[in-house]
């Protein structure tokens, strides 16, 4: 299996323009999460879904923010208007089920808002 | 409100010596706790789970602890190698309402000197 996979991995923007972040989750994985990580308030949970049914967003930090499910196999976390404090590493998770199961994480999109 | 705190928050040793990195959570009813190593770079990566009947697990050179009375768990380097760099995460899960979702902590960032 090619693990979760996130597009692009570097997202150099400009203030005021939109922002699509991409993911692939592992097949047949049920819950998909995204995460924002920072040096000062590390890995912080935006939003995460259970077959593709979006459960908790509470953690999307403004309505500039929005995320997507179409279907198992792939995710979009969308930012619009861009802003310079949005730039983070970005990343995606999904798992089997989520009590006992391990998150497995792709690599993250490193966004930078100038 | 589940709470994850991790220490020291960066720590520097020579390579071949030994480590332990701290952790304490206030999760509540507690399911199982994780350490996750995260390259830079990387996404996190599960190193080892513990739950509630477990007071010690190995995996290679890593040792975890976990005493569920006083809520805290220990990660201990056995001759700690250059690739042990990195970020190591607690991540702690809960039973029931939204406690199930993993809460991460901020990390511990190693760094092992030749």
């Known amino acids: 299996d090619a693990g979760v996979i996130q597009s692009p991995r570097h997202e150099v923007t400009e203030m005021g323009q939109e922002v699509t972040l991409r993911c692939k989750p592992i097949?047949?994985?049920?819950?998909l999460f995204w995460y924002r990580q920072t040096m000062m308030r590390g890995l912080e949970l935006l939003i995460y879904f259970n077959n593709n049914v979006p459960i908790d967003d509470s953690g999307m930090p403004e309505d500039r923010f929005s995320a997507k499910m179409p279907n198992a196999s792939f995710s979009t976390l969308k930012i619009q208007p861009s802003e310079p404090r949005d730039s983070a590493v970005y990343f995606c998770?999904?798992?089997?089920?989520?009590?006992?199961?391990?998150?497995?994480f792709g690599n993250g999109t490193r966004l930078t808002v100038t | 409100k589940n709470q994850v705190e991790q220490s020291p928050q960066s720590l520097i040793i020579l390579e071949g010596k030994n480590c332990t990195l701290q952790?304490?959570?206030?999760?509540?009813?507690?399911?199982?706790l994780r350490w996750y190593k995260q390259d830079t770079g990387r996404g996190p990566v599960s190193l080892t789970i513990m739950t509630f009947s477990e007071n010690t697990k190995s995996n290679g050179r890593y040792t975890a602890t976990l005493d569920a009375d006083t809520k805290q768990s220990s990660l201990h380097i056995t001759a700690s190698q250059l690739s042990d760099s990195a970020s190591y995460i607690c991540v702690v899960s809960g039973i029931g309402g939204g406690s199930y979702i993993p809460t991460f902590g901020r990390g511990t960032s190693l760094i092992v000197h030749p």
């Open positions: 952790c304490n959570y206030t999760v509540s009813p507690f399911s199982n």
């Open positions: 998770a999904s798992s089997k089920g989520v009590a006992n199961s391990p998150l497995h």
């Open positions: 097949s047949g994985h049920d819950y």
